[in-house]
Structures are given as structure tokens and as C-alpha cells.
């Protein structure tokens, strides 16, 4: 919930504990900031957006290589407006249908490649790569997407692949909706 819906549903608790009954200030205050309170949640419904890193700390980290092909779960959230992202899996799912844009980043700091997959429902959608022969490299990619309701939309680290983050969060995945299909 937004930060205004916030302050006025604290407004509202506040103004109905007055003691002794509502007078008819009050009353007119309390009709007002329930007005306030529904225009706020229409307004909010359906704005999503999240922003998220790898690490839930500051420590440095080598995630992989794994055997496996492994979702990526980015524990650290900046922002999940419409609650759409899990931190715990790692996975957003699409509450409406509708174009998203998604962004993610992969760095890795070793004579390897970095590089991470973009999922929808399991099936790849594109690629992040970037190879160095020293140092750090990273790799990124973006795409805009339509998403039916209860789609899934993640980032997997390929089998036999590892990435580096630390206190400067170089490892982000991102998305927002873009407008609404009916």
C-alpha cells in the first residue's frame, strides 16, 4: 500500500478513537479522508513495479557453480509495489494481463563467463552473456513482454556457471508494468 493510503487510514483510526463520540466536525472529517482512502486505493490498483539484488547483506558472495540449472532468487528488495515478486522464489507472477518490461544484470568476477537466462513459464526468453579473460565482466539484456494473468517471469544461472555480487549489488533483476490489456 502506498505511503499516503498509509498516513490516511493512521488519520482515520485516529479520528474514530476521538472519545466521546464523533461531533459533526469529526463526522465530515471521517466522510472526507474515507473519500481520500477509496480514490487513493483506485488509483494504486494495478501499478506494479519491483526492483530487486542478489544479496541480503553487504557480504561478498560467489553464487555456483551448481550442477544444475538454478533459479536465481534476489533477496534483496528496493522496491515491490503490487507485491508481485517473491523474495522467498525468486519469481514474479503477473497479477494482471498486460506488457511488462523486464531487466536484469549478471557480473562475475573471474575468468569466466557471466551470464543468467530470462524465464517465462519455464521457457527461455533471452540471454545474458559476457566473457572476459580477467576481471570483472557483466552482462544485461532487457525485454518488454506480454503477460497473461498468473504467468511467471525469473532469471536462472546455467549449469556449471557462477556469479559474483557484493555490497555494490551488481546482480539486479527489475520489472514494471507497462499498461493493462483487456
Do not use: W
Not at 525485454?143 to 511467471?152: A, C, F, R, S, W
Amino acid at each position: 500500500m502506498d505511503h499516503t493510503c498509509v498516513f490516511l487510514l493512521v488519520a482515520l483510526a485516529s479520528l474514530l478513537s476521538v472519545q466521546g463520540g464523533p461531533t459533526l466536525d469529526v463526522q465530515t472529517e471521517l466522510q472526507t479522508l474515507r473519500s481520500m482512502i477509496e480514490n487513493c486505493q483506485t488509483e494504486n490498483k494495478g501499478k506494479l513495479a519491483f526492483s530487486a539484488t542478489l544479496l541480503n547483506s553487504a557480504d561478498s558472495q560467489t553464487l555456483g557453480p551448481y550442477n544444475v540449472e538454478t533459479t536465481l532468487v534476489y533477496k534483496h528488495v528496493f522496491t515491490n509495489v503490487g507485491n508481485a515478486y517473491n523474495s522467498i522464489t525468486g519469481i514474479f507472477t503477473a497479477p494482471v494481463k498486460g506488457a511488462y518490461h523486464f531487466v536484469f544484470f549478471a557480473l562475475n568476477n573471474r575468468p569466466t563467463s557471466a551470464e543468467a537466462y530470462l524465464k517465462k513459464n519455464g521457457e527461455a526468453v533471452l540471454m545474458a552473456h559476457e566473457t572476459q579473460s580477467y576481471g570483472a565482466g557483466t552482462a544485461g539484456n532487457a525485454v518488454t513482454l506480454i503477460l497473461e494473468v498468473g504467468d511467471t517471469v525469473y532469471v536462472t544461472l546455467p549449469a556449471n556457471t557462477q556469479l559474483y555480487d557484493n555490497h555494490h549489488r551488481h546482480n539486479t533483476f527489475s520489472g514494471h508494468l507497462l499498461f493493462k490489456l483487456y
